[in-house]
């Protein structure tokens, strides 16, 4: 799935073909059949979408910034696309995403897990990718939602940091930035959970969302017919849009309310792989 959801991720393939080359190098045999196997399901749905694409739109590629009337945003520079990616108050994670600030501690390690320099590598290079197409689309408080495709990635260096950090300093710091990160999600969900995924929240205003937070929990909604409360709204709606902020389904491209219990296998899977990968073996008997 994770090359499926972005044309972008398709240049990460190449990493995990020359991964799977260098592995399997000793037996050629087992090589031609572990590049199909990784190889093929994604030929076959990326035929399907170019497939649909020129059905719907009369191109194999298309934009759909293009298709939906959507305007183009001017030509930046490389380190305004990178501002924007890491410090902007709108799309930059270092204010919106936790998982993705830990993420970076995580890359201090990886001398020490080479198994997870396959990740990073893929992980850094989709930012690289977003920045030069110009892909820092968001605006929604959680960051950039092309990210979405290297979450897992993001996640498992994330674990590893958590795991071998034994620095005092640099812990309090990126602790202090997942609080800085929690209290910005946490304090638009509240104040506004019909609109916190169409409206931007700048991080300057979060202390004045914050001041609004528990009148928001008791006052009708303007939007909702019947007078509804926004804790009714969340119960009506599933806590769509609050439902697991921490792992940023929304930033996934998911909708909780539809799409609740795959994702749940997912998080599972991610986290079992996760503990199984930094699992401490036991002495040897």
Known sequence: MLFLTRIEMLPAALWFVLYIAYKDRKDKKIMI?????????IA????????????????????????????????????????????????GFFFFNPVLVFFIGGLFFLKKKKALILPAII???????????????????????FLMGVLPFFALITVFFLKENKNKILSYFFYTLFFISFTFQLSAVIANPMNFFLQPLHKNQVIHQLKQASQCLTKPSPRIEK????????????????????????????RARYW??????????????????????????
């Open 227 to 254: 007078g509804r409360t926004y804790t009714q709204v969340w119960r009506a709606r599933h806590f769509d849009g609050l439902d697991f902020w921490f792992l940023n389904l929304r930033a996934m491209g998911i």
């Open 260 to 285: 609740l219990p795959p994702v749940l296998l997912l998080v599972f899977i991610n986290l079992y792989s996760a503990a199984k990968l930094f699992r401490k073996k036991g002495p040897a008997t």
């Open 44 to 91: 076959v749905f990326t035929a399907l979408i170019l497939y649909h694409n020129w059905y719907r739109f009369g191109k194999i590629i298309m934009d759909a910034r293009v298709a939906m009337a959507i305007p183009q945003e001017p030509e930046r520079s490389f380190l305004n696309g990178l501002y924007k990616v890491l410090l902007d108050g709108e799309t």
């Open 123 to 145: 992980a850094l290079q989709t930012i690289l990718l977003l920045i030069v197409l110009n892909r820092i689309d968001g605006r929604w408080c959680w960051g950039t939602r």
């Open 33 to 41: 059949s572990d590049l199909l196997l990784f190889l093929i399901p």
